[in-house]
T-cell receptor
Framework: AQSVTQLDSHVSVSEGTPVLLRCNYS??????LFWYVQHPNKGLQLLLKYTSAATLVKGINGFEAEFKKSETSFHLTKPSAHMSDAAEYFC????????????WGAGTKLIIKP | EAGVTQFPSHSVIEKGQTVTLRCDPISGHDNLYWYRRVMGKEIKFLLH????????ESGMPNNRFLAERTGGTYSTLKVQPAELEDSGVYFC???????????FGSGTRLTVV
């Protein structure tokens, strides 16, 4: 069965420093992987998606993620954090075993210190 | 293009009452999904419509939950009677044809007291 583990419930970084949000997944098949973001009082917004093309995926707002099959990881990074990045981030997996439902991680709250 | 609209944005009801959540998908999107996040837990799938038909309702927690999608347009999710453990945020999403094209609404925050 598929699962997603987000290794940190909270991550705190200073503005202008790099961001790393960690995600490990399990899947029996070639998965589709996503990162979603939810800003306070807003809906879920797709940041980026991996669909078996390039392993390095670029998303919106300067975020990117690298699919590493050998490590079953899909970590989200950004070179320089901005105050507007403060939000909750979700790693998501989907594959044929889940009937293409989205399987969500528990979320990581990103805190940006001025 | 209008996005996915959910109504109401917040609802506070007493245990035992009935609540109906509504979702208006993006026009032309045949696929409509409901997900929810209860307090402190992961977001979980509830069900999937293709047009007016229920494609997958394996995530519906029990028979107190009833989802409909009349005419393949908007969808409603009724909880009757509501219990305390139903509190959470209910998200709706639509897509034209596959998992890559999900667009989510802003969610309905349901509080059962």
């Amino acid at each position: 069965a598929q699962s997603v583990t987000q290794l940190d419930s909270h991550v705190s970084v200073s503005e202008g420093t790099p961001v790393l949000l960690r995600c490990n997944y399990s899947s029996s098949y070639s998965p589709s992987l996503f990162w979603y973001v939810q800003h306070p009082n807003k809906g879920l917004q797709l940041l980026l998606k991996y669909t078996s093309a390039a392993t390095l995926v670029k998303g919106i707002n300067g975020f990117e993620a690298e699919f590493k099959k050998s490590e079953t990881s899909f970590h989200l990074t950004k070179p320089s954090a901005h105050m507007s990045d403060a939000a909750e981030y979700f790693c998501v997996v989907s594959d044929q075993d889940s009937n293409y439902q989205l399987i969500w991680g528990a979320g990581t709250k990103l805190i940006i210190k001025p | 293009e209008a996005g996915v609209t959910q109504f109401p944005s917040h609802s506070v009801i007493e245990k035992g009452q009935t609540v109906t959540l509504r979702c208006d998908p993006i026009s032309g999107h045949d696929n409509l999904y409901w997900y929810r996040r209860v307090m402190g837990k992961e977001i979980k799938f509830l069900l999937h419509f293709v047009k007016e038909s229920k494609q997958d309702e394996s995530g519906m927690p029990n028979n107190r939950f009833l989802a409909e999608r009349t005419g393949g347009t908007y969808s409603t999710l009724k909880v009757q009677p509501a219990e305390l453990e139903d509190s959470g945020v209910y998200f709706c999403a639509s897509s034209p044809g596959d998992v890559y094209g999900y667009t989510f609404g802003s969610g309905t925050r349901l509080t059962v007291v």
